[in-house]
């Protein structure tokens, strides 16, 4: 009797391979139906840890070999199209020479097991129409997302391509900005001091952009790329410098912003930043919170932080970030650094683990979700000092999206956590300089003193404002004061000033 419910050819591929057992095919199949089928089955496999990317990049190619020799076998005309799990699976014809793949596994032979019923209904949804022009990805409204296709709808990448590509990254750096856009239709736009300026008056095709982009990418990351539609990562390019991209497809194509980031860790001179700040690497227990809008210098901050730590304790530090931007080398701390998709699958994953890890000090590159949050309260409370970034835009709204993001029946427990483990918040912002040369902070700085924790623990954040207000000698900084010394200095002119400030009447006062 045919099975009502065929593996998929990644899955049984993977099994043929020796890659993975039978019952772990059934587990991924399982976990694919809890998250839908749209997910693909080799990147449930990574996260379930049956294989790695090296794998899933064999299999894929394998799998394309199996497609292309039954289509020569049968015709086109007798192909079926795959379950949409496979079809999602299509692999990239910018990897390396693939290695041969093993020959295709009986059961690839066998006839599909689940017949069409009727062409007339089946016909439309057997589309894959290898043949289609590119254009073809947009829809013919010109409205709505391009959809994610197989890599072979990328353009090829040459040298050229790749040489034009970094010298829109030198031009970036000898400008003095901090990102790079490359977008179809568009000239390159860079930012610098906040404020996005053109690079020329000639808009890029859209070829062109994505073979620019395509050209910083390994084989595996490209895979990633056409699977997915969006990856992040980090790589230093020789003589430049290290950059962290965001590649993206939208309705034109697509799309990579780069960012700038500096070899080493910055110190917090370097940032402009307060040498007080230093005080809140001390602690031995406990978290500390950068906050911000994207955008606001939250990494550098927690990188000079980390740095700080790193070269007056001797502790192990743990870094869990997506992707990996400073590169931090051991000084007087033992650093490790995790990349959350690359080194493991997800922050709360490598947080759990943390914790047998021996770990003095966690640096956390982003309070995500719920699960995340939970596990660095948790490590927080059990003797490890936690450094996390979290975008909010200010201290008290720091700490009412921490307890929010818990049901209403665990938000007392939560409140209660967090007046005894929270140790400060520092909500910051990067506002033009009145002269031009680049941009300066404004910090808000919370310290939870025992006043701050009892209105914490008793659900009266709102009152925190007063004591934020007043209590500078303390160490206390509200944002709009902050704001208002730097106008006062000229520093930065009262029109910028108050596109931040939350009361307009903290400049004139």
């Known amino acids: 009797m045919t099975d009502p419910n065929p593996a998929p050819l990644l899955g049984r591929l993977a099994v043929h391979l020796k890659m993975i057992s039978m019952d772990q095919l059934a587990d991924a199949i399982r976990a694919q139906g809890r998250v839908g089928e749209e997910a693909p089955l080799g990147e449930i496999l990574v996260k379930l840890g049956l294989i790695d990317r090296t794998q899933q990049a064999k299999l894929m190619a394998a799998q394309q070999q199996v497609i292309a020799k039954q289509k020569a076998k049968t015709g086109p005309a007798a192909v079926r199209p795959a379950p949409p799990a496979a079809r999602s699976e299509a692999p990239s014809l910018f990897s390396e020479e693939p290695e041969p793949a093993a020959p295709p596994p009986p059961v690839a032979a066998k006839p599909a097991p689940r017949p069409a019923p009727a062409p007339p209904v089946r016909a439309p949804v057997a589309a894959p129409a290898p043949t289609a022009p590119r254009a073809a990805s947009v829809s013919a409204s010109g409205s709505g997302p391009a959809p994610i296709g197989?890599?072979?709808?990328?353009?090829?990448?040459?040298?050229?391509?790749?040489?034009?590509?970094?010298?829109f990254l030198r031009l970036a750096i000898e400008?003095?900005?901090?990102?790079?856009?490359?977008?179809?239709?568009?000239?390159?736009?860079?930012?610098?001091?906040?404020?996005?300026?053109?690079?020329?008056?000639?808009?890029?095709?859209?070829?062109?952009?994505?073979?620019?982009?395509?050209?910083a990418l390994d084989a595996s990351q490209r895979e990633t790329l056409a699977a997915r539609g969006e990856l992040d990562v980090c790589h230093t390019f020789a003589g430049i410098g290290?950059?962290?991209?965001?590649?993206?497809?939208?309705?034109?194509?697509?799309?990579g912003v780069f960012r700038f980031i500096s070899a080493t860790p910055p110190t917090l001179e370097q940032l402009g930043l307060p040498a007080r700040l230093a005080k809140f690497t001390t602690y031995h227990q406990g978290m500390v919170i950068v906050t911000g809008p994207s955008g606001c210098g939250k990494s550098s901050t927690m990188a000079a932080l980390v740095n700080l730590i790193n070269e007056e304790r001797r502790e192990h530090i743990l870094t869990i970030e997506d992707p990996i931007e400073y590169v931090h080398a051991s000084k007087r701390c033992l650093v490790n650094q995790r990349s959350a998709g690359n080194h493991t699958s997800s922050f709360a994953r490598a947080l759990r683990a943390a914790l047998r890890e021996d770990p003095d000090v966690i640096a956390i590159g982003e309070l995500r979700d719920l699960e995340t949050v939970s596990l660095a309260l948790s490590a927080a409370e059990t003797g490890h000092f936690v450094l996390a970034t979290l975008h909010t835009d200010n201290a008290i709204r720091t700490v009412n999206r921490l307890v929010g993001s818990f049901p209403a029946d665990q938000q007392d427990q939560v409140r209660t956590m967090l007046s005894e483990s929270l140790r400060a918040v520092i909500s910051q912002r990067l506002l033009p300089r009145a002269d031009g040369n680049g941009r300066v902070p404004a910090l808000e700085t919370m310290i939870v003193t025992r006043a701050v924790a009892n209105l914490i623990r008793e659900n009266k954040t709102f009152q925190i404002h007063s004591i934020l207000q007043t209590g500078g000698s303390q160490g206390q900084?509200?944002?709009?004061?902050?704001i208002r010394e730097l106008v006062q200095k000229g520093v930065v002119t009262a029109e910028e000033a108050a596109r931040h400030v939350e009361d307009s009447k903290a400049i004139a006062a």
């Open 150 to 167: 197989p890599a072979s709808d990328f353009a090829v990448s040459t040298d050229a391509d790749r040489e034009r590509f970094l010298d």
């Open 477 to 482: 900084a509200l944002l709009d004061n902050s």
């Open 175 to 215: 400008r003095g900005a901090s990102d790079v856009h490359l977008h179809p239709g568009a000239p390159a736009v860079i930012r610098v001091a906040g404020r996005l300026e053109a690079t020329s008056d000639a808009p890029l095709e859209r070829d062109a952009v994505e073979r620019m982009v395509l050209s």
């Open 242 to 255: 290290r950059f962290r991209a965001n590649l993206y497809r939208e309705q034109r194509g697509l799309d």
